[in-house]
């Protein structure tokens, strides 16, 4: 299973912000501890202008490499510019690209970092500068290797970006298991949204989860899933507002990787939030989704089947 990493691409933040940028390198270092050898850590290539002008305008394209973002708009997104913002989100994309080529080749593939859903065409948010699924999805399906995707998106904030990308293309299954009174407050339409109250517990949101998953193969088998396994869900986190237990979502992993390997379905595992009261937890769920996937690619369950 290859594994790819962009934490040495690190963003230049203010002092007091509230983005754990610590976690990146503090999960690659528990992945080396504790998995590789036999998986392959890898530095992903950035992403060119042609793989992001296939989903972002290039104009927003230019405006964020040239650093001519309004102060408005760089709020929104939530980072100060710098030349190290710009490289730090093209490496992001560049590892979910190299994540589902490797995931096509090899079965399961996961970046250390990604899930910028907040990403829109021609503005980014929450975080998100660019869309690195959507960017993913664009590039596999100019190449023609992919007929039907899938994304399930369980990030405690709603897939907005990635569901307002796909809203026309009947190829991409979108499902977002998310807050419902939680960031974004204006939502989008995913093929499938399960929208949750706070404080939901285990039970209800593991329920979901089954949920979306139903739902992603009741319309067929996909050539490939990307799955969005956020740690922000988790009941100790500052922004997520559910209340569900390390346990539960260990136990998300294996509803949504187990599921594709058993239907020997290729999966792509990007990390999505995480904003722990305690990093050392937002790390460990994380690492628990890398666990889970590394279980699948060592038994071959998820080795996809030929084309």
């Not at 104009?59 to 708009?73: I, P």
């Not at 090899?106 to 975080?127: E, K, Q, R, S, W």
């Not at 660019?130 to 007929?147: G, K, M, P, T």
């Not at 996909?222 to 997520?240: C, S, T, V």
């Amino acid at each position: 299973m290859k594994l790819y990493y962009t934490d040495q691409f690190v963003l230049p933040l203010p002092p007091g912000h509230r983005f754990p940028m610590a976690k990146y390198a503090l999960l690659r270092e528990r992945v080396r501890e504790a998995l590789i050898p036999p998986h392959e850590l890898v530095v992903p290539e950035p992403a060119s202008d042609q793989d992001l002008t296939r989903v972002h305008s290039p104009q927003y394209v230019a405006a964020v490499t040239r650093g001519t973002l309004s102060a408005a708009d760089m709020r929104r997104i939530g980072f100060p510019w710098s030349e190290a913002t710009v490289e730090r989100a093209r490496r992001s994309v560049g590892a979910t690209l190299a994540a589902s080529h490797a995931a096509l080749d090899h079965g399961i593939a996961v970046n250390l970092a990604g899930g910028t859903h907040h990403a829109f065409p021609d503005h980014g948010m929450g975080f998100c500068v660019f869309n690195d699924i959507a960017v993913a999805v664009r590039a596999l399906q100019a190449e023609r290797r992919v007929s039907r995707i899938a994304i399930i998106d369980t990030d405690v904030h709603q897939g907005d970006g990635t569901a307002f990308i796909f809203r026309s293309d009947p190829a991409v299954f979108t499902c977002s298991v998310h807050g419902q009174s939680n960031f974004p407050f204006l939502k989008q339409r995913s093929d499938l949204d399960v929208a949750l109250p706070d404080d939901t517990g285990d039970a209800e949101y593991l329920g979901a989860v089954e949920r979306g998953v139903e739902a992603a193969f009741r319309g067929g088998r996909p050539d490939l899933l990307y799955y969005l396994a956020g740690a922000d869900a988790h009941q100790q986190d500052r922004l997520g507002r559910l209340d569900v237990s390390m346990a539960a979502l260990e136990e998300r992993d294996r509803i949504v990787i187990g599921r594709a390997a058993a239907e020997r379905v290729p999966v792509v595992l990007v990390m999505g939030g995480g904003y722990g009261r305690r990093i050392e937890d937002t790390v460990a769920i994380h690492y628990a989704s890398v666990a889970t996937a590394a279980r699948f690619a060592d038994a071959g369950a998820a080795e996809p089947t030929s084309r």
